[in-house]
């Protein structure tokens, strides 16, 4: 390059940073772009919640329509009654002493990293550290194979299991 170009260039560079000084001084307001960022973010939750309160309400309506209509066809004495309650009740203790499994739905949207779904696994209970599994799956390339969809993870599901569940496309 020649030294009229190279001095272009270099003006060029110095009034690039002169605007974009002015601007930050005169012009930018951090504390409205942080609250325009967090009301985003708490809609895309409050979206999300809703959602798995209205799949909530709808399986807690199928349960207890299935009850109504156990009760109604079962017209049997309330001896049958007594020992379905207390075989509910053995079946009960048994499911407590024993421990549940948990099944939660992650969603991964197109663009989310990896550290999303570990994130939503740490937030769910599923798994104790997410950056443990982060770096699970950057130590095993999986990380690059996590496809954007929803996912059913259970508890009893170890690191493999559920790296392979998030790289299925669904």
């Known amino acids: 390059m020649s030294k ?3 001095r272009y260039l270099a003006l060029g560079f110095l009034i690039s940073a002169i605007v974009l000084v002015g601007y930050r001084i005169f012009l930018y307001d951090p504390a409205t772009v942080a609250s325009e960022d967090k009301s985003t973010e708490e809609t895309a939750v409050t979206k999300e919640e809703s959602s798995y309160k209205e799949k909530y309400e709808a399986l807690l309506a199928e349960t207890e329509i299935a009850d ?3 009760e109604a066809v ?9 020992t379905e309650t207390s075989e509910a009740a053995e079946n009960t203790e048994s499911k407590a002493s024993e421990p549940s ?8 949207n197109d663009g989310d990293p990896s550290s ?9 209970g ?7 599994f982060d770096g699970f799956l950057e130590d095993n390339n999986y990380a690059a194979l996590i496809r954007p969809g929803s996912y ?3 508890s009893d ?6 790296a392979k569940v998030l790289m299925d496309n669904n």
């Open 126 to 132: 599923l798994i104790e550290d997410a950056l443990d």
């Open 68 to 70: 109504l209509e156990k």
């Open 116 to 124: 999303v779904a570990s994130q939503q696994l740490k937030g769910q």
């Open 101 to 108: 499994v948990k099944k939660i739905t992650v969603i991964i």
């Open 4 to 6: 009229p170009a190279l």
């Open 152 to 154: 059913e993870v259970s």
């Open 74 to 82: 079962t017209s049997e004495p309330e001896i049958v009654e007594e």
């Open 157 to 162: 599901m170890d690191y493999n299991q559920l």
